[in-house]
């Protein structure tokens, strides 16, 4: 059986510096992973070959056994959602709008559907801001702009959904809620690979975790068996430098 996504000797360099070394997977969907690592060990860097954003130097990623460079913008666009870390704030729309974008890919022309209208609506309810759907975005807070960005992706229904630091901005409750819908969407048929420095969270909704540590790729395993004992902590530590909670708490703190 084919995987969805299958990535083969993925390298990078930046002038000087190596950023990915030899990066090798495949994922399928149904899967939520999350990719996790200290500051400057790739994620963002391979979040974004994964996306069809920038080319490697060595080696090919597959989707659907089909080169990612084959396939056109809008081939991507259908297949293929993407939220990076930093996006522009101020943009001149409403949020509805906003949200509706994520279906232009399966648009007819630059007009929407019923279906589309309907798909956007879905998705701004499961991330709650289906209530300031009329309010301009720009006007939003950091928390409620981001929810809006989520449900954009999600109003994408692809097959492939890509996110840098989904949690960003959000208060303790919307983190719950935004790992907790990606969960759902990948218990839906799709592959969700998020960026997050939360251990708690990642452990807690996804299905398997990736460690990116000096554009190696450290550790793949699934979370159901990150038995959360001293030897396990005493590995992970040093690739995700984490501090321990109190004693008697099993759960571990990104620092």
């Given at each position: 059986?084919?995987?969805?996504?299958?990535?083969?000797?993925?390298?990078?360099?930046?002038?000087?510096?190596?950023?990915?070394?030899?990066?090798?997977?495949?994922?399928e969907g149904g899967e939520f992973i999350v990719l996790m690592g200290v500051n400057g060990?790739?994620?963002?860097?391979?979040?974004?070959?994964?996306?069809?954003?920038?080319?490697?130097?060595?080696?090919?990623?597959?989707?659907?056994?089909?080169?990612?460079?084959?396939?056109?913008?809008?081939?991507?666009?259908?297949?293929?959602?993407?939220?990076?870390?930093?996006?522009?704030?101020?943009?001149?729309?409403?949020?509805?709008?906003?949200?509706?974008?994520?279906?232009?890919?399966?648009?007819?022309?630059?007009?929407?559907?019923?279906?589309?209208?309907?798909?956007?609506?879905?998705?701004?309810?499961?991330?709650?801001?289906?209530?300031?759907?009329?309010?301009?975005?720009?006007?939003?807070?950091?928390?409620?702009?981001?929810?809006?960005?989520?449900?954009?992706?999600?109003?994408?229904?692809?097959?492939?959904?890509l996110f840098d630091e989904p949690a960003t901005y959000l208060d303790v409750h919307q983190?719950?809620?935004?790992?907790?819908?990606?969960?759902?969407?990948?218990?839906?048929?799709?592959?969700?690979?998020?960026?997050?420095?939360?251990?708690?969270?990642?452990?807690?909704?996804?299905?398997?975790?990736?460690?990116?540590?000096?554009?190696?790729?450290?550790?793949?395993?699934?979370?159901?068996?990150?038995?959360?004992?001293?030897?396990?902590?005493?590995?992970?530590?040093?690739?995700?430098?984490?501090?321990?909670?109190?004693?008697?708490?099993?759960?571990?703190?990104?620092?």
């Open positions: 059986m084919s995987s969805l996504l299958s990535v083969s000797n993925v390298s990078l360099e930046y002038p000087g510096r190596p950023v990915l070394d030899s990066i090798t997977l495949s994922a060990a790739g994620k963002t860097t391979l979040l974004d070959i994964l996306a069809g954003l920038r080319a490697p130097d060595a080696g090919e990623v597959l989707l659907r056994e089909r080169p990612l460079r084959a396939w056109t913008v809008r081939e991507r666009s259908r297949r293929i959602s993407h939220l990076p870390q930093a996006t522009h704030q101020d943009l001149p729309f409403a949020v509805e709008q906003m949200v509706l974008m994520g279906r232009y890919a399966h648009a007819d022309r630059w007009f929407e559907s019923d279906e589309d209208r309907s798909y956007a609506e879905d998705a701004m309810r499961r991330m709650d801001c289906l209530q300031f759907r009329e309010r301009p975005f720009s006007s939003l807070s950091g928390g409620e702009k981001q929810r809006v960005l989520l449900a954009a992706c999600i109003a994408q229904c692809p097959e492939l959904m983190q719950l809620q935004c790992f907790t819908t990606l969960a759902e969407l990948a218990r839906e048929g799709a592959l969700c690979i998020a960026i997050t420095h939360d251990l708690n969270l990642a452990l807690t909704h996804c299905t398997r975790v990736l460690i990116l540590h000096q554009g190696k790729l450290a550790a793949d395993f699934a979370s159901s068996e990150a038995a959360m004992t001293s030897e396990w902590l005493n590995w992970l530590s040093p690739h995700l430098r984490m501090t321990h909670t109190p004693e008697g708490n099993p759960w571990v703190l990104y620092r």
